[in-house]
């Protein structure tokens, strides 16, 4: 069994900061590639950044430039630093990882989701 859970998540004022972490637990044996999304109220969800397992990045482009998303393959822990907050950044935010388990089954696992709210 495999679980993503994410934190960090909270109210910032416009041009603040936060960083989501999003912590994978269980039988894992790879965690290949690794994303964050978010899905605002009466919206779909959107990709917002994606990491491979060689580092390689993706990024929305309401988001470039402000977020960065990085990884700890030692400590299964993907992380998502979100600087120059704008309001319409608010949203759950999840993050999902395409994990190989020690059984050496491969999936998509997504966390439960964090809230960022952005205003002042």
């Known amino acids: 069994q495999v679980q993503l859970v994410e934190s960090g998540g909270g109210l910032v004022q416009p041009g603040g900061s936060l960083r989501l972490s999003c912590a994978a637990s269980?039988?894992?044996?790879?965690?290949?590639?690794v994303g964050w999304y978010r899905q605002a109220p009466g919206k779909q969800r959107e990709l917002v950044a994606a990491i491979t397992s060689g580092g390689s990045t993706n990024y929305a482009d309401s988001v470039k430039g402000r977020f960065t998303i990085s990884r700890d393959n030692a400590k299964h822990t993907m992380y998502l630093q979100m600087n120059s907050l704008k309001p319409e950044d608010t949203a759950v935010y999840y993050c999902n990882a395409l994990i190989m388990t020690t059984s050496r089954l491969e999936r998509l696992y997504w966390g439960q989701g964090t809230q960022v709210t952005v205003s002042s």
């Open positions: 269980g039988s894992i044996f790879k965690i290949n590639a």
